[in-house]
């Protein structure tokens, strides 16, 4: 899947997603609703299993000013615990025929394409790890997996004693060299 129309359809497939930012509820609470630092979302102390269940969570989930993580109605909005980040980046694609486009995939199925608006930043914790995350929309974030990292460092070139992961929608640092 690299050629310009199938990654259109890729990103075409947004269409239709709730309408969170406009969404201004009062809090209804908090909500025993957890989510790991490797994307396992917990209800209650049991795993949720279904995909497609943590798919419409994830779709109505926002991260607000307060740091906070919410999932939201029109007229709810209930507070949940997130471990490190709410999402995972799990696979990437990359189109030459289409200027260089790169896109990201996250766990629960949605694709962006690294841009300007969804970066690629790598920050290190504290034992100097690469901490690498992608930036998308709701004050979201997701972490990019290991595999995925480092197929991406794979791709990247050295520019300036750094590795850059060149794309359409920018360059991203990846790391001093």
């Not at 791709?155 to 929608?169: D, I």
Request: glycine share 6%; hydrophobic share 35%; with cysteine.
């Amino acid at each position: 899947m690299t050629a310009l129309d199938d990654i259109e359809k890729l990103l075409a497939t947004h269409k239709g997603r709730p309408p969170i930012e406009k969404w201004h509820p009062a809090l209804s609470g908090d909500i025993d609703i957890q989510i790991l630092a490797d994307g396992r979302w917990i209800h209650e102390g049991g795993e949720i299993r279904r995909h497609e269940l943590v798919k419409l969570f994830a779709s109505i989930l926002r991260r607000e000013e307060d740091g906070e993580y919410y999932l939201l109605t029109p007229v709810e909005k209930w507070r949940i615990r997130v471990d490190d980040l709410p999402l995972l980046i799990t696979d990437y694609i990359r189109s030459e025929e289409a200027n260089n486009r790169l896109l990201v995939k996250t766990n629960v199925d949605t694709w962006y394409e690294l841009n300007s608006t969804h970066q690629l930043l790598v920050e290190t914790d504290e034992s100097g790890q690469p901490q690498p995350s992608v930036v998308l929309e709701h004050g979201l974030a997701a972490r990019v997996n290991r595999a995925c990292f480092y197929r991406l460092v794979e791709e990247a070139v050295e520019h300036n004693g750094q590795c850059v992961l060149q794309t359409s929608g920018g360059d991203f640092v990846l790391g001093d060299l």
